[in-house]
């Protein structure tokens, strides 16, 4: 099984809408990610979580919100999607206590959202 | 603001060749650099990872090349094969205990026979 699972794994949805994409992991890891892929622009965060009760903005947090729901859950929310939200999401989470490395960021397989 | 700077875009290089991909930074703060490599319909996963106490660091085909003066580092695949094939990024993090990542733009790899 997965350790970092991502659901859905493609949606397609129409301007204005609200859309949530959900993460889980089950590795045990306290820091969670959300970022999102666009060719020529590499990987881009949105948000990140350190623990439960911590929640910070990335570098493109605007028209994204986030939810910590537990220490394995953490959703990523686009509250009236729009055309350039168009991407591939991706969740992380890492653990510097483990890994090959003290800042090895674990993926999830990605969620490609169009917003038409 | 890009604080890191990957070239070339895409590469082509034949199978046994070596394959390089560049990155630069900015922030002289950095003190992790990591490559991760990623297949189609894959998420990102850590390659390898090189600390600017070090200026080389190697493991198997793939070696990391870091030039802490000239805010310079580079992935080097040895005898590529066509299994390389990929996107490879490069990523930088700030100090211990801010291990939040800054990704590079990416670079397309594809061995040919």
């Known amino acids: 099984d997965a350790d970092v699972t991502q659901t859905p794994r493609n949606r397609i949805t129409k301007t204005g809408k609200r859309i949530m994409l959900e993460c889980s992991q089950t590795k045990g890891h306290d820091r969670m990610y959300w970022y999102r892929q666009d060719p020529g622009l590499g990987l881009r965060l949105i948000y990140y979580s350190f623990d439960v009760k911590d929640i910070n903005k990335g570098e493109i947090s605007d028209g994204y919100s986030v939810s910590r729901q537990a220490q394995a859950k953490f959703s990523l929310s686009l509250e009236s999607a729009i055309p350039n939200q168009t991407a591939l999401y991706f969740c992380?989470?890492?653990?510097?206590?483990?890994?090959?490395?003290?800042?090895?960021?674990?993926f999830g397989p990605g969620t490609r959202l169009t917003v038409l | 603001q890009q604080q890191v700077k990957q070239s070339p875009q895409s590469l082509i290089v034949q199978k046994g060749g070596i394959s390089i991909i560049n990155c630069a930074y900015e922030n002289t703060a950095f003190d992790y650099f990591p490559w991760y490599q990623q297949f189609p319909g894959k998420g990102p996963a850590l390659l390898i990872a090189i600390r600017p106490d070090v200026s080389e660091k190697k493991e198997g085909r793939f070696t990391i090349s870091f030039n802490k003066s000239a805010k310079q580092f580079s992935l080097h695949i040895m005898d590529s094969q066509p299994g390389d094939s990929a996107t490879y990024f490069c990523?930088?993090?700030?100090?211990?205990?801010?291990?939040?990542?800054?990704f590079g733009t990416g670079t397309r790899l594809t061995i040919i026979p």
């Open positions: 992380a989470t890492s653990d510097f206590k483990g890994g090959r490395h003290y800042n090895e960021q674990f």
């Open positions: 990523a930088a993090s700030f100090n211990f205990g801010n291990e939040k990542l800054t």
